[in-house]
């Protein structure tokens, strides 16, 4: 699958990081719309570091907008074209899932997708912020016990936002963003594989 290759600009981060992976000859799977790397047996049979999601064209984004009244900025949507969502290393990166760009949408917990831009701007949005000149494209763990979201700002900025809108951090840009939120989320990841681990002994 090429879709590493397409991983440039703004994406550029998640290219690097992925290619760094692969080269170390980790266990991956490729299906039609995305490709998983890195198989973490620890946190689940079927879990991975890596989830990057093939991107979506213009229909299918028109179609979305419309079916859910949301508008996806221009930016955001440059990206979906390459990257329709991605879970790296816990921080997650909201697309279009397939089952949603339905009409009817259908939530279809059978198969993987990327986690719902819709329902993230429309419900998963206010407890962080009811700022609406604020989009949420993904959120990360901050810590086993706290969230942040993450939103675009009309200036093509990032920033990261605790409940009752408390911001943590700021970027200029996206590549920014990604180049130093990636860094965290592997470096903070070994700390949930751990805790995972002794979820699933305790649950046997």
């Known amino acids: 699958m090429d879709i590493i290759t397409q991983l440039t600009k703004d994406l ?3 290219r ?12 991956t799977e490729t299906q039609d719309d995305r490709l998983q790397i890195s198989r973490r047996p620890s946190v ?39 990257l329709n969502g991605a879970s790296i290393f816990g921080l ?23 986690l719902d ?4 701007n429309t419900h998963w949005r206010h407890g962080f ?15 086993l016990e706290e969230n942040v979201g993450y939103f675009l700002t009309a200036g093509s900025g990032v920033v990261s936002l605790k409940k009752r809108n408390h911001k943590v951090n700021a970027w200029v840009s996206m590549q920014q963003f990604l180049d130093e939120e990636l860094e965290r989320a592997r470096n903070q990841y070994s700390e ?9 002994k305790i649950t046997k």
Not at 19 to 25: R, T, W
Request: charged share 20%.
């Open 92 to 114: 997650n990166l909201y697309g279009i899932p397939p089952s949603m760009a339905q009409d009817p949408p259908l939530l279809d917990r059978t198969t993987i997708q990327p």
């Open 117 to 120: 831009l819709a329902t993230a």
């Open 192 to 200: 949930f594989e751990e805790f995972m681990a002794k979820m699933r």
């Open 44 to 82: 689940g049979t079927e879990a991975f570091a890596v989830t990057l999601y093939l991107g979506v064209d213009d229909s299918t984004i028109d179609r979305y907008q419309k079916i859910h009244s949301v508008e996806i900025p221009p930016d955001y949507k440059k990206i979906l074209h390459v």
């Open 16 to 27: 690097r990081l992925a290619e760094q992976l692969l080269s170390h000859a980790v266990e």
């Open 129 to 143: 912020t009811d700022d609406l000149s604020l989009f949420q494209i993904g959120g990360s763990p901050l810590s």
């Open 12 to 14: 550029e981060p998640i």
